[in-house]
């Protein structure tokens, strides 16, 4: 009778022994792989901190009429534009996939930036295109103020959506509202706008 129960006392602490074994090393893995994320999160965070960006705008005639200051955040890159001498309206306002703003007609921008191949606007099927944006509305005295956070883009170096590709990339702003539908452009107009996009030091930008 003593020896059945000792073994059963015996077959118990065994068995406890190897659930506690066999637990332990996967509670410790899985508290590895957790901490493993949050420093590949806090790494990305610091890679991106600080990133800013400057876009000086030019008209047709050469003559600076104002800038696109960004910074990266956490939840895409802020965009903030002043602006002055331009035609009361609205006015579409792009990301274009060069950096190369020859005035007067601005062509040598390109197209708008879309490494996706999306549809253009925002109200088109399969839209938009990573550098659509609202349009922007230019009060009576021909000044413009806007603030926008773009999250299909990054100032981050080296990926697909990055504004800082090989041969840059530029704002541009049209002549005319943008549709949010027609292809390729949303019928804005000419480009009456344009301003490259380079890279700054956040100490520099204020």
Known sequence: MH?????????????????????????????????????IEAAAAKETAGLAA??????????????????QTDKGVEMTLKASDLPPGLHGFHI?????????????????FNPTNA??????????HDGDFPNLEVTADGTAEATFINDRVT???????????????????HAKPDDYV???????GDRIACGEIEKMSTATSQ
């Not at 000086?56 to 910074?71: P, R, Y």
């Not at 100032?155 to 800082?164: M, P, T, Y």
């Not at 027609?182 to 804005?188: E, L, T």
Request: charged share 20%; hydrophobic share 35%; glycine share 12%.
């Open 3 to 39: 020896v059945k129960k000792w073994m059963y006392i015996s077959f118990v602490l065994s068995f406890s022994i190897l659930l506690v074994a066999c637990s332990g090393p996967k509670q410790e893995e899985s508290g590895n792989n957790k901490q493993q994320d949050a420093d």
């Open 54 to 71: 400057r876009a000086v705008l030019v008209n047709s005639q050469g003559l600076k009429v104002g800038t696109v200051d960004m910074h």
């Open 96 to 112: 274009h996939e060069k950096g190369l703003c020859e005035a007067p007609s601005f062509e040598s921008a390109g197209g708008h």
């Open 119 to 128: 549809k253009h606007g925002f109200d088109a099927a399969g839209g938009p």
């Open 155 to 173: 100032l981050a170096k080296g990926k697909k959506n990055s504004l800082f590709q090989e041969g840059g990339t530029s704002f541009i702003i």
């Open 182 to 188: 027609s292809q390729p452009a949303g019928d804005a």
